[in-house]
């Protein structure tokens, strides 16, 4: 009695077979469910050497333990597999309400193995679960396909869908859900179009054990209860994270043409007053959510609808392809969304293409004829078709990441390829501000913002630091932060309405009856993340402290205008603070977990190294 | 579309792991599905040299492809293990409710796999599989079990169950169901036992895809309408298999006395009208049945209630105990009934036991106290009951089967243990029936009627007679009696009511939309004896002629009393039936499949017979 319905799904694609097993309960007990399951899972069933895209990889799709139960942000979940993308460990949450209905119907997890011969979805109805023909819909937009599967299906199913690029095996295809929620990087959605899974349709009507149901209750009021009275909360709904990109604009952090710069001259264009004016047509939350963040927009001027766009859209798909009209960016988002890409490595990509067309190393020839200037929005919306159809030989060049394209490209486009370990950075300038760099520099699936948003830190103490407390904080930050996606629940009432980190334990504990602090569950949180990191050591032939190596841009090249400008970190300033972080880790100098702090986390018997 | 539902369910008892799998196609169309998919599973899934009651052995509960369709006793199922009790192969076909649920949750098969750590029952609900509690039923009896399950699930739950005897691991306890239908023979109760699966409950909603349901109606509908219009309707519903008792008593072939003779001085107190008027309260038919055999009783003398005795009861716990009180015989039933234990197996025991007593190789210490006369009723109420919870000496050593008993008791007791291949022989005394003893002595399971029920056929050509024809005969209903536990339908439509043949074809053209003629039927029906003959083969070590030996009695020991006193059949002419039927076989001198016959029937590549 975990408070977990304590099963796992398993789906083999080639042969038809479906599986339900219980969750082995040391297994919850070591790494509570969510990413943690995911990480666990990706570990001990995929088989090392393993081709992403592959029969051998697998995708695991895992509510976490609180996800589907009332509580504030209680409903993300945590997609796991080999990326495509990088080559490593990939893990993705996404919002919105199809955790709770895999828990309702009493599932951990959801692992999908093998390769289907056909298109087909998944359908999940409590116990039934069947693979059907999905034929008809191969091809189809994610939000179309949403949409007709919940008129065929009922309104209550929940569906998650690829789009066209996760068919066309794009590296950074997402898995879309509930019109507007993605889980977006590291090719979460490849996995799932090379397994020729279209969708995946869920309903469930279980209850979800819980060990104190009383105090459970009691600890979920109280935490609404903050999130509901804070400060923050009218602001916060009202904008959502596009609160964020005048902050960003006025510090030096807005990705600005490919990253050339952390200010963009017609940032006041993209800001979140004229978004909420100009496009927003509703607030929308997802499961459990007190202070929703979600905006559905319409664009008159390209009569679309979109969620979004949310702030690393913005960004990317905004200021650093140099667009300055919201509504533009609203349909690039929107074209993203329908054709299943993540946004973030879209808009990296394209930067980088742009830049490289005004450095005169793409010509029209090779873009097919676009005027890739930065700042030309209709040719960024061709290209985003391009890209998800892989047509053309830039559309096709830019699907496979920016690492792989400046490698083809070369002539010194690497230097302004924005990424680490394959994975094209979000939407936070790095010239000056060390502990963001390093959270970058060192984020489990690569350069991704979510696992440790220490840029407000730079800022508070000093961005040019390099300091080992700055090290220590983007450790705490990676500790907390992919302990929410562990437990199934979104970061952002803490974040942004200040809701205190104690409601969690004790929520957990009421749900499983038992007892663990919050510094138990943050202890599970290095155990999850010591075992990424040995996936990329196990993974990654010659792995090491030079895959922690930030993009060259933020450690060669001054940032150009904005309260950067003239500001790089030096590289020895980055490598200071990478040898901060290893040491507080306990990895070794070359970034590897040592012996001591895998025994330390318990995990030496899992990753194989031998006793003393 | 083969009109099944394609889905086989694996519920492994050691883990909690269940599966889906669909069926593979080629394994149905070669082997049909209900007893021919049970063997083929057995021979694919279950290892050489399995321990019977060890993990690695399996329970394959397998509905047959025309079984929950309305059609002329399609009411039938079956269970196939590795026997407990021959160490051969076991298929033990039941009738009642239970098949039709299976089918309309969709499975063409249920595989228990590996042992539960605990007391478990097997919940289906549809697509819900759950692996519930039961400790608080272990040790209930059967049909108190069946009750009280169906009063906390639902009237509409079919339920089998074991009783204390399979718990125990009799090595011939049965399976119950539908209060008074069983899977018999070979331990299949037993295997249930050792894997502490107390009962398995059902529920179906599902339809079963038919390729032509007007034509299916149509073929249906005309073998309905022959079976009510037939002669024999009204007797044969009245008295059901009770029928035959003064028919074989008059012939001499009831067993009597542990099969010393074949006619009882006290037969006509448990002929069919004595039955019927004096404790049959009213009748009772499988899932789908024209012609309902089954009697539901009451017998005041000893106030239960039994569904029985049928024919074989009757001869085996009645005239071959030399009971003559059907009230007694109804008792005796009851008990197997409730504790799970096969009324035939345990009549043969019983028999035995009662002979080594009156010749004086078991004393009263021996057996417990009981004076073990012929005919002492009392005592064999209270030694079926020892036999289910294997108490005492002789309760114990029963328990194991006569051919173990025999064996330690010894002293020429293996002389009467009328038993084939370690299995006790059911209800028909065969001193001079050639036919019949030729069924027995090379029937799949060991000495069981129902694989060719020649014993008419003896009586109409000429019972002693040594004739090819002979031989032939029984092959032939060695391929259409199994058959029908292939499709799933009770063969008594045809045996009793003389229902043709040529609905069944038809029937399962219109099912699976493929043409097959009778003979293509009784062609997989001979491909499915010869894997089950090449079952007993690799298992057993030496496995050959020996095997097929018939009891001592029928060959060395002059009946007594009846038509057939001081006759017995010549061991040479039993061993020239036997030559006779292997050389139509295609079987060489030691009754072995030869590599032809294999290749004839494609299986020499399943069973690994080298190419040319």
Chains 1, 2 share one sequence.
Not at 75 to 96: I, Q, R, V
Not at 357 to 381: P, S
Request: glycine share 12%; proline share 5%; with cysteine.
């Amino acid at each position: 009695m975990y408070g977990y319905a304590g099963r796992i799904l398993r789906v083999n694609l080639s042969t038809g077979v479906i599986t339900t097993e219980p969750t082995p309960e040391n297994v919850m007990r070591d790494f509570l469910g969510g990413r943690g399951l995911g990480a666990y899972l990706l570990w001990t069933e995929v088989p090392r050497g393993a081709d992403p895209l592959g029969p051998e990889n697998k995708l695991f799709i895992s509510p976490g333990p609180l996800s589907g139960l009332l509580f504030p942000g209680a409903g993300k979940m945590d997609f796991t597999c080999k990326s495509p993308l990088t080559g490593g460990y990939a893990g993705a949450s996404m919002g919105g309400m199809l955790t709770a209905e895999i828990r309702y119907a009493g599932y951990d997890s959801i692992i999908l193995e093998g390769i289907s011969p056909k298109p087909v979805y998944l359908f999940i109805d409590d116990d039934t679960v069947e693979l059907r023909d999905a034929s008809d819909y191969w091809g189809m937009g994610s939000f179309a396909l949403e949409r007709r599967l919940k008129d065929e299906l009922g309104e209550e199913f929940q569906i998650a869908t690829i789009g066209p690029a996760g068919e066309n095996l794009v590296k950074y295809a997402c898995i879309n859900h509930d019109f507007g929620r993605q889980a977006g990087r590291g090719g979460v959605g490849t996995v799932m179009g090379v397994k020729k899974v279209k969708a995946i349709a869920v309903r469930g009507s279980r209850s979800i054990p819980i060990a104190d149901v009383d105090e459970f209750v009691r600890v979920a009021k109280e935490a609404y209860r903050a999130c509901k009275t804070a400060d923050m909360l009218e602001e916060w709904t009202r904008y959502g994270t596009m609160m964020v990109t005048s902050w960003c604009d006025e510090n030096g952090t807005l990705p600005t043409r490919n990253f050339q710069s952390g200010s963009f001259e017609l940032g006041p264009n993209i800001y979140a007053p004229v978004f909420r004016e100009k496009i927003v047509v509703t607030d929308k939350g997802c499961f459990g959510c007190p202070s929703p963040c979600g905006k559905y927009s319409y664009s008159r001027k390209h009569a679309i609808y979109v969620e979004g766009p949310e702030y690393e859209t913005n960004g990317m798909l905004g200021s650093d392809l140099g667009l300055g009209d919201i509504e533009d960016i609203a349909k690039a988002n929107q074209l993203c969304d329908e054709l299943g890409l993540d946004s973030i490595s879209t808009g990296g990509c394209i930067a980088w293409a742009m830049e490289c067309y005004e450095k005169g190393l793409l010509n029209q020839e090779q873009t097919g004829g676009l005027d890739l200037r930065f700042g030309n929005a209709e040719a960024v919306f061709v290209l985003i078709e391009r890209i998800a159809r892989r047509e053309g030989w830039l559309g096709n060049l830019l699907a496979e990441g920016v690492k792989h394209a400046a490698a083809v490209v070369g002539q010194g486009s690497e230097k302004w390829a924005i990424h680490v370990k394959g994975m094209e950075q979000s939407a936070y300038a790095t010239h000056d501000a060390t502990s963001m760099l390093l959270a970058y520099m060192t984020a489990d699936v690569g350069a991704h913002h979510n696992r440790a948003w220490a840029i407000t830190y730079d800022i508070a103490v000093g961005r040019s630091r390099v300091t080992p407390e700055k090290a220590a904080k983007v450790i705490e930050l990676q500790h907390i932060r992919p302990l929410m996606d562990v437990l199934g629940c979104c970061r952002l009432q803490w974040v942004e309405l200040g809701m205190s980190l104690e409601y969690y334990a004790p929520a957990l504990k009421a749900l499983t009856g038992i007892d663990r602090s919050w510094e138990d569950l943050l202890h599970i949180s290095e155990r999850i993340w010591n075992l990424t990191r040995m996936y990329w050591v196990r993974e990654v032939e010659g792995f090491g402290r030079n895959w922690d190596a930030p993009p060259p841009r933020f450690v060669e090249e001054p940032a150009v205008g904005g309260v950067t400008d003239g500001k790089f970190t030096p590289p020895e300033a980055a490598q200071q603070m990478l040898s901060y972080y290893y040491e507080q880790r306990g990895w070794d100098e070359n970034g590897i977990p040592t012996r001591e702090t895998l025994e330390r986390l318990g995990l030496a018997e899992l990753v194989g190294v031998s006793p003393r």
